[in-house]
């Protein structure tokens, strides 16, 4: 039932049989209106006279709805033909005519049930819309040094040939390009060892920056603590810190896959490649463009960070390549990081008032 633009409403008409039901049992229909815990509280307490008339209970969820959504501005309603109408907004939402059903069932929701359910309500419209999430997230300008970039040469990858069991040469990239893998092909890592060039262009790109930009470069295994990588599975780790300090070091470890995470800044990783399962289909060619595009995206101003982030206190990165070849984001849970490392983060980006800068 969307309006005449066809975005979804905030309020729905249809409530006014429960607001005449509640003015004669003698509630105060505006209080209702302004309160989740009042209007679900005068459900509970008058289920046998909503119950007993249809028209009454679907005015009662259309009432509740209304009130839900007066909680954020981005909540909206959605009715499907024929389906239980919903309220909600970002991850989560409500389906006020099973709801309003379950409040009227006799013993269907005791103390703790409405206890659970005015916590979840709650945590909900605490929560920021995505309009809000979204402008408070960083938004990186990378400067335009086409020129500087142009000096690098990324090493000449090997074009070998790999074979399946059966002897046939296996199109790495282009396996599932009619159709969906087959469900044994996620458990499965036929031949890693193509990725095995990614670690000559992680040297490439450590020598590029080393002549290029105003930093410094120190190899140490230590320096692959704080990535998710299997420490049994490092052979290496190579910092590149820049001398200006608002601007993000890097870190390259190298590990036995073969393959290469690289941490940047105060919380970011992303291993190259990101999974290396058949189904996957990853190829080192694509995933050294990934790589580069990362690593310069850094140096250049087109990354951005923040921790914490947002009410659930997630962390949020953004990243953008120097040329407008691509971007990637995202925001969540920081998981389970550890805390020194998020206490270290958050001291880090707060002082940094204007995010990280590009290398000199």
Do not use: K
């Not at 005449?4 to 429960?18: D, N």
């Not at 259309?62 to 239980?84: E, M």
């Not at 020598?207 to 470069?217: C, K, N, S, T």
Request: hydrophobic share 45%.
């Amino acid at each position: 039932m969307p309006d005449g633009r066809g975005v979804p409403p905030r309020q729905l008409a249809g409530c006014q049989a429960f607001a005449d039901f509640a003015t004669v049992r003698g509630a105060d229909v505006d209080e209702l209106a302004q309160s989740v815990p009042a209007t679900i509280g005068f459900i509970l307490e008058s289920a046998g006279g909503i119950r007993s008339t249809p028209a009454l209970a679907t005015a009662a969820a259309t009432f509740l709805g209304n009130t839900l959504a007066l909680l954020r501005p981005d909540a909206r309603w959605r009715v499907p033909d024929g389906g239980p109408r919903e309220v909600g907004a970002g991850r989560m939402s409500f389906v006020v005519d099973d709801l309003v059903a379950r409040l009227l069932e006799p013993g269907a929701v005791d103390a703790e049930r409405l206890a659970e359910l005015q916590t979840t309500i709650s945590g909900w419209a605490a929560e920021e819309s995505e309009a809000a999430l979204d402008a408070a997230a960083p938004h990186p300008e990378p400067l335009d040094r086409a020129q500087r970039l142009a000096g690098y040469r990324r090493p000449a990858t090997p074009t070998d040939t790999y074979l399946d069991d059966a002897g046939v040469a296996i199109a790495y990239g282009e396996r599932w390009a009619q159709g969906e893998p087959p469900h044994d092909a996620y458990e499965r890592v036929s031949h890693p060892e193509r990725f095995a060039p990614l670690h000559a262009v992680a040297d490439a790109l450590i020598a590029f920056l080393a002549d290029e930009y105003d930093a410094r470069v120190e190899e140490e295994v230590a320096f692959a603590a704080d990535s998710r990588a299997d420490p049994a599975q490092v052979v290496r780790a190579v910092r590149v810190t820049p001398t200006a300090p608002d601007a993000a070091p890097l870190t390259f470890v190298f590990t036995d896959f073969p393959g290469v995470v690289l941490l940047a800044g105060a919380l970011f990783q992303q291993a190259f490649p990101a999974c290396g399962c058949d189904a996957c289909d990853e190829t080192a060619e694509f995933q050294a463009g990934e790589l580069e595009r990362d690593v310069f995206a850094v140096v250049e101003g087109g990354f951005g960070e923040a921790y914490p982030f947002g009410v659930a206190h997630w962390y949020a990165h953004a990243i953008v390549a120097p040329d407008g070849s691509g971007s990637s984001s995202g925001r969540g849970d920081v998981g389970a990081e550890r805390p020194a490392r998020l206490e270290r983060a958050t001291r880090i980006l707060a002082g940094l008032p204007h995010g990280w800068r590009a290398w000199q």
